[in-house]
């Protein structure tokens, strides 16, 4: 088994959880969204599960969809490799008919860090992997564009953004944010006020795999397979942009 190999699995298993969203969605509809969303948790976490218990036997799972006590096991705290899932990240989105913005997670982390990952986007076709990461756009100079939550943007990126000449995008899921950095739409995606280990893991793994600065907002590392995987805050961005960012945030926060 080699690195090599992680990376690809971690690809193929999230295009295939994402083929098998795309099969509930179209079966399913969107009259039901409650359903809808049900049952695309459901069916992702158990392929994903099963694919890595066949697969990767030796390993443990972290998942958004597992129970309390499965979260709480501490073997996986004690575990060399550890792989990080969010089944489906995004499920507003997913259950409204005509969004691309959720995405499917898939993260190992091995002895303290993130060593493969990939983000499926099941509705705009497309992958990002650890394996072949995509080429961030250089910056051109000049205003910007954040990603943030469509329902929720935190009050203080919103002063960020006006302190740093910066526009804000509504975009769903943070794996969907996080991918728009690494694809040209947005040159940066802040957030604070509530996350897990799982919303971020994979796309930061790409992320960093493409040269991407990927941290917490004061700046520190992004630490994942911690007792407590509530991971609340994030910064992720072009490299060019990351200083005045956090300059941004610490003069906001004074």
Excluded: C
Excluded at 59 to 72: F, N, P, Q, Y
């Amino acid at each position: 088994m080699t690195i090599r190999d992680d990376h690809a699995l971690a690809g193929d298993l999230a295009t295939e959880a994402g083929a098998r969203l795309l099969g509930i969605r179209e079966r399913t509809g969107f009259d039901d969204a409650k359903a809808l969303r049900a049952e695309g948790d459901r069916a992702a976490h158990v392929f994903l599960m099963e694919s890595l218990a066949r697969l990767r036997p030796s390993d443990s799972v972290l998942s958004e969809e597992a129970t309390r006590e499965e979260r709480l096991d501490p073997r996986r705290l004690k575990a060399d490799r550890v792989w990080i899932v969010d089944p489906l990240d995004g499920t507003r989105e997913f259950s409204e008919a005509g969004r691309p913005d959720w995405a499917v997670h898939v993260a190992l982390w091995e002895r303290g860090r993130l060593s493969a990952g990939a983000v499926a986007l099941p509705a705009q076709g497309r992958t990002l992997t650890t394996a072949d990461p995509p080429k961030p756009p250089a910056y051109e100079k000049g205003r910007f564009r954040i990603a943030v939550s469509r329902t929720r943007p935190p009050e203080f990126v919103q002063k960020l953004a006006y302190l740093v000449g910066a526009d804000l995008v509504p975009i769903g899921s943070a794996g969907a944010k996080i991918s728009a950095v690494l694809t040209g739409e947005v040159e940066a995606y802040v957030h604070a006020g509530g996350q897990f280990e799982w919303d971020s893991a994979a796309p930061v793994a790409v992320a960093l795999a493409a040269g991407v600065h990927a941290s917490r907002i004061d700046g520190s590392e992004l630490a994942y397979n911690q007792a407590d995987p509530s991971l609340p805050d994030i910064l992720v961005s072009l490299p060019e942009l990351a200083t005045s960012l956090l300059a941004g945030i610490r003069d906001l926060h004074r």
